[in-house]
């Protein structure tokens, strides 16, 4: 059982002032060494990358409904787990973006969600449209944008996408939105719609990743239904098979190509176990939910590059 207050009896974390660096996590110039000891230092680019991280708050013994991102454990995690091993995918692509936000803590996903998550949701998605608004009145200087996310991330990009970018001006400037480890349905974005080419520009992918054979308890729920790219091929190519893989970063900081098969079924990837160290371990893991951006680390990189490439040549060039 999580330890729960009712929200109203719970203090609200200080909100980020991203006019302050210190708000942020990540920025051009700035990049942490969890970041360039796996990308390398940063170059200039005609391309951005807004990335959101996923759900970090997840102590069973913590009774905040939010985040309190000056927390130095707060901090850290955000840096050594989601930058370094999911945000360094698109660190080729362009130049990278990471606010700190008072994410909501992972029992509003759990019942009974539905009572306190709202709540706790409208102040993560605060912060993040507020990041993103000081993001593009500071720095976006009409480049290209990526937004990326994961889980809890993608969830608050969707919002941002709906809000900035659906039928809006700044439609022109999206590169790509890579959604994964949630579910985004084909029209849930008004005109930002799935994406079925690898060089295609201005749409959204998304996966969610499982096992193969397996379902998680609540798929018709949290998956079914959802738009389910191929993030090796990025077509609608359904079975792909190692050989074609480009490569999961590992734990160790490895890279390993032709490591997973996968399947795409209704709202689903499904995967081999990764031919990584330890894999024996996974084999008992059903969801690779923790995963979803790893296990094509390599294959989102190169994929990213190449629509930010698409991008420039059609809006860059003289």
Do not use: C
């Not at 203090?11 to 000891?37: C, F, K, M, R, T």
């Not at 990278?96 to 759990?110: A, D, G, L, M």
């Not at 912060?127 to 990326?148: C, P, Q, R, V």
């Not at 609540?218 to 990025?234: D, H, L, M, R, S």
């Amino acid at each position: 059982m999580y330890k729960t207050l009712p929200f109203s009896e719970t203090p609200i974390p200080e909100a980020p002032d991203y006019n302050n660096n210190d708000s942020w996590a990540v920025l051009p110039g700035q990049y942490p060494e969890e970041l360039i000891s796996i990308t390398g230092k940063s170059s200039q680019s005609d391309v951005d990358v807004f990335f959101v991280y996923p759900t970090l708050l997840t102590d069973k013994k913590d009774s905040s409904w939010n985040a309190d991102f000056n927390r130095v454990d707060i901090r850290k995690n955000v840096l050594t787990k989601s930058v370094k091993f999911q945000a360094s995918s698109w660190a080729k692509a362009g130049n990278i973006y990471v606010p700190f936000y008072r994410q909501s803590h992972y029992k509003t996903y759990v019942k009974p969600y539905d009572l306190e998550g709202p709540a706790s949701w409208k102040i993560a998605y605060q912060d993040i449209s507020k990041a993103f608004a000081y993001y593009l009145e500071h720095y976006n200087k009409g480049n290209g944008i990526i937004i990326a996310g994961h889980s809890q991330g993608s969830i608050m990009a969707k919002e941002l996408i709906k809000d900035f970018f659906d039928d809006k001006e700044l439609q022109n400037q999206l590169v790509a939105a890579y959604l994964p480890g949630v579910r985004v349905k084909k029209n849930e974005l008004g005109s930002i719609q799935p994406m079925y080419q690898p060089e295609a520009i201005g749409g959204f992918v998304s996966w969610n990743t499982y096992k193969k054979k397996k379902y998680p308890k609540a798929y018709e729920q949290w998956y079914k239904g959802g738009v389910t790219t191929n993030p090796i091929t990025w077509d609608k190519t359904t079975k792909t098979s190692r050989s074609e893989h480009l490569g999961t970063l590992n734990s160790d900081g490895k890279i390993y190509d032709m490591a997973i098969g996968i399947e795409i079924v209704d709202g689903l990837i499904w995967s081999t176990v990764p031919r990584i160290p330890k894999r024996f371990l996974l084999s008992f893991v059903k969801s690779y939910h923790f995963a979803d951006v790893n296990l094509f680390w390599k294959d989102i990189e190169v994929n990213a590059q190449l629509r930010a490439k698409t991008w420039l040549e059609l809006h860059k060039t003289n």
